[in-house]
């Protein structure tokens, strides 16, 4: 009896003392790592870096999104310009796209077998993938030169 007289004495008691334990420990738990189960949704990876196109000046990565070959421009300066052909004898990929980033510049000349202006909108939240139109190039074209910056929209 003497024991339990000293405790509340002083204010402690075994349930606070536990509640407060087992809120301590609570909070920490926010910081620990986040456990998943193996059978849980697995996160997707990063693409990776393939060489389809070889480059006359300055490379850009490469990537394939399902079976279209994906051109990375989003490093390239605000104006510019790159000449790539095939790497392989294989030639040309089915799909061609560019990846920039919104508002780094205005628009991107596209020069193969014909010439296309693709505009690029300053206004979407993330990288823009801008598929080429499969006119502008054939198997046999030999280069596609791309320009990018402040082009006018005319033929």
Known sequence: MAQLK??????????????VLALLVLSGCSSLPKLSWPFGKKS????????????????YPQYWKRNTLVLDLQSAP?????????????GWP?????RVRPGAFAAL?????????LPV??????PID???????????????????GAIAATP
């Open 6 to 19: 000293l405790r509340r004495r002083n204010g402690f008691s075994g349930p606070l003392v536990v509640s």
């Open 94 to 98: 089915v799909r061609l796209a560019l």
């Open 130 to 148: 801008l598929e080429l139109d499969p006119a502008i190039y054939q198997r046999t074209t030999p280069s596609i030169t791309v320009r990018w």
């Open 78 to 90: 605000s104006s510019g310009s790159s000449t790539f052909s095939p790497a392989t004898p294989a």
């Open 121 to 126: 909108s300053a206004a979407a939240t993330g």
């Open 109 to 117: 000349e596209v020069q193969g077998d014909a010439r296309s202006v």
């Open 44 to 59: 997707t990876p990063p693409p990776q870096p393939v060489v389809e196109l070889s480059f006359e000046a300055a490379a």
